[in-house]
Nanobody
Framework: QVQLVESGGGLVQAGGSLRLSCAASGRTFSTYAMGWFRQAPGKEREFVAAINWSGGTTYYADSVKGRFTISRDNAKNTVYLQMNNLKPRDTAVYYC?????????????????WGQGTLVTVSS
């Protein structure tokens, strides 16, 4: 069993920045791929970013490319999402998730463990 706990959400003005963190339990975090997804009210949960087990491969949704950066610290069992130049359309609950294959993927179906989410609100 893997437990994921997100933090770092909050209210920010458009153009501002936030850094989300996701702390994972367990000794095998370094073997997991990790992903960030988000869900806005009334919308489907969508892919944001993913990183493979080593951090050497990353993927981003087109909507966040150039603004968001995913990274990981395997020594701290933590994955991060640095979000810059935030826009009102980035408002959502952000979830981190773990894919035990270690291979980064943009598909929700590959992720078996999910955090409880952290709310990001971007005001105009």
């Amino acid at each position: 069993q893997v437990q994921l706990v997100e933090s770092g959400g909050g209210l920010v003005q458009a153009g501002g920045s936030l850094r989300l963190s996701c702390a994972a339990s367990g000794r095998t975090f370094s073997t997991y791929a990790m992903g960030w997804f988000r869900q806005a009210p009334g919308k489907e949960r969508e892919f944001v970013a993913a990183i493979n087990w080593s951090g050497g491969t990353t993927y981003y949704a087109d909507s966040v490319k150039g603004r968001f950066t995913i990274s990981r610290d395997n020594a701290k069992n933590t994955v991060y999402l640095q979000m810059n130049n935030l826009k009102p359309r980035d408002t959502a609950v952000y979830y981190c998730a773990a894919d035990l294959s270690g291979i980064a993927t943009i598909s929700k179906s590959g992720y078996v463990y999910w955090g409880q989410g952290t709310l990001v609100t971007v005001s105009s």
